[in-house]
């Protein structure tokens, strides 16, 4: 039986960790693309960390958008100016532009980003409504004394 591996759905998801847990080692996908290098972390019971390694953007070359179930990064460098006339022997850091998109489940909603030492982070919280969350019902006995008889089955 042929095995599918459905690690890229999982690493780019958030909020779904039992779902793609079980189905973390199925088939062969290709894992696509690896730029820029991102962790996503649980920080607490309904809470998250994307962090997202964007050494050489700048914060205005970064844009951080949640619409609907989805969160895009977007990150673009801005033109070279001409006064920057060197001659790049190896260039081993890379400034492409890019644009990542995470599927995030229900309820997901962020909360901030910021931009410390090259990595940029988003918090993440599931903030499921009052009405969604299970609730206990109590259970009254009767209060008038009666007893309904039942017979058992033969």
Known sequence: MRTF???????????FD??????????????GT???????????????RVTIAVAGFSEGELTVEAKENSLTVKG????????RRT?????????????????????????????ENGLLHIDLV??????????TIRINTAQNGKVIDTKAAA
């Open 5 to 15: 591996d459905l690690s890229p759905l999982y690493r780019s998801t958030v909020g």
């Open 18 to 31: 039992r779902l793609f847990s079980m189905l973390d080692k199925t088939a062969g996908f290709d894992a």
């Open 34 to 48: 690896t730029y820029p290098p991102y962790n996503i972390e649980r920080t607490g019971e309904n809470s998250y």
């Open 76 to 83: 673009e460098k801005a033109s070279e100016t001409e006064a």
């Open 87 to 115: 001659e790049l022997l190896y260039q081993g850091i890379a400034a492409r532009a890019f644009e990542r998109v995470f599927r995030l489940a229900d309820f997901v909603e962020v909360k901030a980003a910021k931009l």
């Open 126 to 135: 599931r903030e499921v409504p009052e009405t969604m969350k299970p609730r």
